[in-house]
């Protein structure tokens, strides 16, 4: 993996470009006894921050693939809306 952070930071410098280590996530996505021995990522740059769940393009994605925590995202907007539409 720090092979790959490692050409991700070259082409992101050729391109004029920065990693934001305030904004990048790591998760490691597979059933907990497969990934839990794993060590968090370290860089001389920085760290990411673990997370269980993050989104991406509009879709959460949970570290053990289910659906549950963007059906609740999902759930809890179309709800907000629907209070608003129904207070009008």
């Known amino acids: 993996m720090k092979l790959y952070f490692q ?19 790591e998760i490691v996505m597979g059933p907990p006894s497969k990934t839990s021995h794993l060590p968090p990522l370290h860089f001389s740059a920085g760290h990411f921050e673990c997370a269980n769940s993050v989104k991406l393009l509009g879709i959460n994605l ?25 207070k009008t």
């Open 7 to 25: 050409q991700l930071q070259v082409w992101a410098n050729n391109n004029d470009m920065v990693v934001n280590f305030n904004k990048t996530k």
């Open 62 to 86: 949970d570290a053990d693939f289910s659906w549950k925590s963007h059906i609740e995202a999902i759930t809890s907007e179309a709800t907000q809306r629907l209070y608003l539409l129904k």
